[in-house]
């Protein structure tokens, strides 16, 4: 086996998953702009987006995230593109790649949050919580915006009422620097194994969530 820098020569990217619902009607005036901000604020980072090539708040940070001169890549519910386009009537805009996953909305949350190495939850509903979920029972890092929405304020009662503890979550109402905060979430826990404890990268994760 060769040393680290002959199997990982160059560092890769971030993939941040955005995550939020896909019909913003309910999530206050000023969403749209929001959203694209975030997905700017990704971009912006040299961060991949990851979204699920779906219609409302992650559509819009994927624009957002393109008109920044950023990388978009979808995980669709459907099996096809005709399927995307047909059945589930979803868009393909904004996107560089769309993977059509085949898994229905529920295991294309699970290949979706997988494939991230983080998960910012916008204003959303049931299929966002599933997502915030399986991320958290995963300990992925995540970043919650807060907004005129009451989302976060869920997110933090679910939080407070689980089993356990993931403390990689941080809240922030500002996109740039929610984003900034999870890439420090990001560099915390790919550095993880070169720790001497457990306890100190949750320190230091703790730290960040206090800022």
Sequence with gaps: MGDDNQLYPTPQAYKICVSGAADTA???????EKAR???????AA????IDGATTGFPFFASQGAKEAGGR???FSPAASRRQHVHTYRL??????LIIYTGFG????????????????VGCGRIGTFHEFTTAFEDHKPIGVLQGP???DDIIKEIIAKARGENVAVV???DPQALVAKVEKLIHVHRAQGKRETEDQTIAEIRDLGDQ
Excluded: K
Excluded at 91 to 96: E, I
């Design 171 to 173: 809240f922030d109402a």
């Design 72 to 74: 978009v890549i979808g």
């Design 46 to 49: 040299g961060a991949i987006l």
């Design 91 to 96: 868009p393909t805009a904004w996107h560089d």
């Design 149 to 151: 929405w009451a989302t």
């Design 26 to 32: 309910h999530c206050g005036e000023g969403t749209e």
């Design 105 to 120: 909305y529920s295991g294309r949350d699970i290949l979706l949050t997988q494939s991230s190495d983080a998960v910012i």
């Design 37 to 43: 901000a975030l997905g700017a604020a990704i971009a």
